[in-house]
């Protein structure tokens, strides 16, 4: 046999065997030192603070948790939350954050390490990504190999999609689910490969951690039957699957009930009948297979066959009865919007404002997979190639988690696995190929094109046309050679992909020797891809420390001189909250900053970013989007001492409540319909102003007063330029009667109210605020100066 | 005697007949809509209305080139049509009526209307079905929802006595042309069976579909992107935004590089002359340089900040 590169010849098995070992164990070391340092960005440019608004609920609680023990956790009713509602945070939340922060707290505790429960919180993110990096070395490991694995873990451990979510400071449900995510299904494919009712409960196990965990446990609750369903139709049904299947939806589906917050939700709601009708099915099929393993009669046979498919049918009948009378509830809210995209801006606008579960476009997926985009479908191509039982579940994964990406930038999170999967098959077959130093057999140099062309639409050995040219071509192979010249052979492309694709699912033969002659040839695919992966690691550390690692709890700008400032606002604001107000004063803000203000300011909110009450939160939209005089009733009713405004108009920070007003009318306008209309926000034009073309609606609005107020004055005369709109506020800015401003940030970020107690006289503020102001009421005729008499 | 009574009274009878019976009459010639014109617009909307009414203002004569009013009537018409079938004692509280503005340009001067069409909903101003916050003042249908009858009916109905029942037509050609589809399907099943069956056929369906929806497929279908932006501008500006046509050439950027990748991994090593080999090696390797280039170029356009570049 002849190599491309000289080998080592006196080295036994045990010692390569032993080695790569090892080497697998540094890597899969380095890789997650490596995914752990590349999230801690965040930690390195600001501090260690917990980011966003979901993980401030979530630190909030952890504490809770921490302090005072999980039984108290468990029946922890919040009266500060959706005042004066309150928030029974027990039964409404998906605890398993919380309990695993909890469980690794008070073991670092118990083994007297004081660490604060803040920076456990801040570094699971991190911590977890490398326990992610493992479990997809697992489950790569079983698509293809171990070096596949690697290549695996590798993308994960640095891909932005990943990191976008799991930065330290990003404390969400997320940080861990994609760990359980990739383990439940290594678990899976482990559990239907070998028929193993172990790996099946553990599977079961994890995805019971899964469901206490994120509410995206149903992607696994539908990928598993999914495939489950798809091995059953392309005639793949064995007793390995049908114990698998059986052993993780039994355990897995009566552990997920134990959460309370899921309930009763596995037998009661569409999303998870696919699990349990797959369930039923296999049942089926399995019962059929046994009595044709004992008949043998043919007609016996078709009847069992009959009876199946009629046992199918009244199954899916009973189903849509069960829906139809209302016990099944039928597809809703967040899951339905993914298959009918207009749906939620219809009916549910408050999911449709996050900016989350926004449609994604093109550069996105670019910036959070870069190369993994475009290797993946070659990754996918593979596994056609191979369509073992686990490779079926990569391709129904990626069909599946592509769409849902697209739809939700959130969802992306879900793909970035299956991307990195699929991209490290197609990579490392690559690799495998051109590192391989055996040289196939040479054949004749002076073989013609058209011989070459013969071999591989033949599919004979190449050596025995070596000796003996082509006696008679015939028409089809005449033509291959026509082709062959062109510089882009497509008909014996076709031929060679047709032989190719045999794989070595074909015959269990090689059809052809296979291999790289040369040494360039191979320098230069491992040069380019060398140079390709290193060009990932460039973009993966700059996409993450420039649009994934900042808290945006604290905001970033850049000097003159290059350096740095900090621009801290919204914690001034909160603790001068903390500090300057009686504790049960009640602060109202939109519900994007509810979960901080309770974090952070330790004040009562009305709404938060648990969006459970659509009322209340229009209720906010109303108080926000209607003039003084009638959002005061409003105010008083719900005991509202603060409002709280985000304001970006002054140093240009995009993300404020003026942009966000038109979803607050929305909202309010699908509640109260007759008060607030959203055309009345808007100008004649159609344009959505905020200068001196504005509808009298919009200016007269609280949110814009609450905004602008005072905003001209800031510029001495000179005309007032709002930097997020880049329109000019009018000179005269608009007045408050039933407000004080109480407190405005350093850069205007937040800007505090109070609201005014009602007047002790009796009188409506607004003529009382005019009467203190020395405006005299305006009388019908002024009265004339009496004149001196001469 | 008596009869020339009667004869002096017809007269005065007739004007003072309830205008309500009226706008009956007017609406049952009609098929459920009023013709307005001036005058009768003026009776329909008079301020000592006991019943309520939606009016459509619109221009459907040809020379107005109004298309979205010739769009909407049908829709209007179809709902108007179907609160006809409504009992008698609620249907005559309220009506529908269109007015054209052929027929009386004075009502949308004195409405301040410059454009079509318009529906409003007049609530009753006097009577027991008065609004109780008093608000008599005519509402504007918002359109935002589009031409389509059902969003129209559903606004109606908060009007109304009774909510209109109005109900979708049974597309009967959509079902009729599906069963169809369906049973040819099934025929050609037998014939096409093999290539459903083949893997590749699946392969190829499967790529094709990531290939479409990471390519912003979905983003294009829920914000109804147009397919270029016009005069040869087919790249939208901004970071979150894109037009339909790069769609198209990103997925085929994409498809072409992992088409590439496979080639190198698939069909490369299966050659038999070494000179042949080298040579796609070297074609492949480069056009994934060169594609590649251009896929990073094309989004350093998009994200103006993007600090890295390849040969391009």
């Known amino acids: 046999m002849t190599t491309a590169y000289p080998l080592p010849s006196n080295l036994s098995p045990a010692t390569v065997a032993n080695t790569a070992s090892l080497l697998r164990i540094v890597a899969l070391a380095l890789i997650s030192g490596a995914a752990i340092a590349s999230r801690l960005f965040a930690v390195i440019n600001f501090e260690s603070i917990i980011h966003e608004f979901d993980p401030w609920f979530n630190y909030r609680a952890t504490r809770v948790l921490a302090s005072q023990g999980f039984y108290e956790f468990w029946n922890w009713f919040d009266p500060t939350a959706w005042y004066p509602l309150g928030r029974v945070v027990g039964g409404t939340v998906y605890p398993g954050l919380m309990a695993t922060s909890g469980v690794i707290y008070n073991f670092l505790h118990a083994l007297n390490l004081p660490v604060d429960i803040r920076n456990v919180c801040v570094l699971l993110a991190p911590g977890f990504s490398a326990l992610t990096a493992w479990a997809t070395y697992m489950f790569t490991k079983e698509m293809k190999d171990e070096s596949a694995g690697l290549l695996a873990a590798a993308f994960i451990g640095i891909v932005p999609g990943y990191i976008s979510r799991s930065v330290a400071g990003s404390y969400d449900n997320e940080a861990i689910a994609i760990f359980l995510l990739m383990f439940t299904f290594y678990c899976w494919i482990k559990a239907l490969k070998q028929g193993s009712a172990l790996f099946g409960t553990i599977a079961a196990i994890f995805y019971f951690y899964m469901v206490a965990a994120w509410g995206g446990y149903v992607f696994i609750t539908n990928m598993i039957p999914l495939h489950a369903l798809v091995l059953i139709l392309m005639g793949r049904f064995s007793s390995r699957l049908y114990v698998g299947y059986s052993s993780w939806y039994a355990i897995g589906t009566l552990a997920s009930m134990q959460v309370p917050f899921v309930g009763f939700q596995p037998v009661k709601t569409s999303e998870h009948m696919g699990a349990l009708a797959v369930f039923g099915l296999l049942q089926i099929v399995a019962f059929g297979q046994l009595v044709r393993s004992h008949v043998s009669s043919a007609q016996f046979q078709k009847l069992l066959y009959a009876s199946v498919v009629a046992t199918g049918i009244l199954g899916t009948a009973v189903f849509g009865l069960l829906t139809y009378k209302g016990w099944i509830a039928p597809w809703t809210g967040r899951f339905y919007s993914l298959w009918d995209t207009g749906y939620a801006k219809k009916y549910i606008p408050i999911i449709a404002s996050v900016s989350e579960h926004q449609p994604t476009a093109w550069p996105s997926f670019f910036m959070d997979l870069q190369f993994l985009i475009f290797l993946f479908p070659a990754g996918v191509i593979l596994c056609f190639r191979e369509l073992r039982d686990e490779h079926i579940f990569v391709i129904i994964y990626a069909v599946m988690a592509s769409y849902f990406a697209g739809v939700m930038v959130r969802l992306m999170l879900t793909l970035t696995p299956v991307v990195c999967v699929a991209s490290a098959v197609a990579l490392s077959t690559l690799l495998d190929t051109y590192i391989d130093p055996k040289e196939p057999d040479t054949g004749d140099d002076t073989k013609s094109e058209s011989e070459a062309t013969v071999v591989s639409a033949s599919g004979t050995n190449g050596s025995s046309f070596s000796a003996t040219p082509t006696p008679t071509p015939s028409k089809k192979i005449k033509k291959a050679a026509a082709a062959a010249a062109a510089p882009l052979p497509t008909s014996g492309i076709i031929s060679d992909l047709v032989a190719a694709t045999g794989g070595p699912t074909r015959r269990g033969e090689p059809i052809k020797t296979k291999g790289i002659f040369g040494m360039d040839s191979r320098l230069i695919v491992i040069m380019h891809t060398l140079a390709m992966l290193s060009f990932f690691v460039f973009h993966c550390t700059w996409v993450t420390s420039n649009a994934y690692s900042s808290p945006s709890v604290v905001l970033a700008s850049t000097n003159q001189d290059g350096s740095q400032h900090i621009i801290d606002d919204f914690r001034e604001a909160y603790y001068w909250l903390r500090q300057n107000t009686p504790e049960d004063a009640v602060v109202m803000s939109w519900w994007d900053y509810g979960y901080q203000i309770a974090g952070m300011a330790d004040r009562p909110t009305l709404v938060d970013n648990n969006t459970w009450n659509n009322t209340h939160i229009a209720t906010v939209g109303k108080a926000m989007s209607s003039t003084e005089e009638n959002a005061y009733p409003i105010l008083r009713k719900h005991d509202v001492d603060y409002v709280l405004v985000i304001f970006g108009g002054l140093i240009g920070y995009s993300g404020d409540d003026i942009n966000k007003f038109l979803w607050m009318v929305r909202i309010a306008q699908g509640v109260w319909p007759d008060e607030i209309q959203e055309p009345n926000y808007f100008t004649p034009q159609g344009e959505y102003r905020i200068d001196d073309m504005a509808s009298q609606t919009m200016k007269n609005s609280l949110m814009y007063k609450m905004s602008y107020y005072r905003f001209a004055e800031l510029f001495g005369g000179n005309q007032a330029m709002d930097r997020v709109r880049q329109q000019q506020v009018p000179k005269v800015g608009p007045t408050l009667d039933y407000l004080d401003e109480a407190f405005t940030s350093e850069n205007w970020i937040v800007r505090i109210y109070q609201v005014k107690k009602e007047d002790l006289l009796g009188r409506d503020l607004k003529s009382a605020n005019a009467f203190g102001q020395g405006k005299k009421r305006k009388r019908t005729k002024p009265v004339p100066r009496r004149r001196a008499i001469v | ?312």
């Open chain 2, 1 to 312: 005697m008596r009869s020339l009574f009667a004869l002096l009274l017809l007269p005065f009878a007739f004007a003072a007949k309830d205008p309500q019976q009226q706008l009956v009459d007017l609406s049952t010639a009609g098929n459920g809509v009023i013709k307005l014109d001036a005058t009768t617009f003026d009776l329909l909307t008079s301020p000592k209305r006991t019943w309520s009414a939606a009016i459509q203002l619109t221009a459907l004569d040809k020379r107005r080139r109004c298309t979205p009013c010739m769009e909407f009537d049908p829709s209007w018409n179809m709902v108007a049509k179907s609160w006809t079938s409504v009992p008698k004692e609620q249907r005559n509280t309220h009506f529908f009526a269109t007015l054209d503005f052929d027929d009386a340009p004075t009502v949308f001067q004195k409405l301040g209307l410059s454009s079509a069409p318009i529906v409003y909903v007049y609530p009753p101003a006097e009577g027991p079905r008065q609004p109780a916050n008093g608000k008599t003042a005519p509402s504007k249908y918002d359109f935002s929802t589009g031409f389509e009858p059902g969003p129209l009916a559903e606004h109606i109905s908060k009007h109304t006595p009774i909510p209109v029942p109005y109900k979708d037509p049974i597309d009967w050609a959509r079902w009729a042309s599906m069963a169809v589809g369906g049973l040819g399907l099934l025929f050609v099943l037998r014939f096409i069976s093999p290539i459903l069956t083949n893997r590749w056929t699946w392969a190829v369906g499967t790529v094709v579909t990531s290939l479409i929806m990471t390519s912003g497929y979905m983003f294009t279908r829920i914000r109804n992107s147009p397919y270029s932006g016009g005069g040869g501008n087919w790249i939208a500006a901004g970071y979150q935004n894109q037009f339909g046509q790069e769609v198209q050439v990103v997925a085929f950027i994409y498809g072409l590089l992992a088409f590439s990748f496979l080639m190198l991994i698939m069909i490369v090593p299966y050659q038999s002359s070494p000179y042949r080999q080298r040579m796609q090696v070297y074609l492949w390797t480069g056009v994934i340089m060169i594609i590649y280039s251009i896929l990073v170029s094309l989004f350093r356009v998009k994200n103006r900040g993007y600090p890295f570049k390849l040969f391009l």
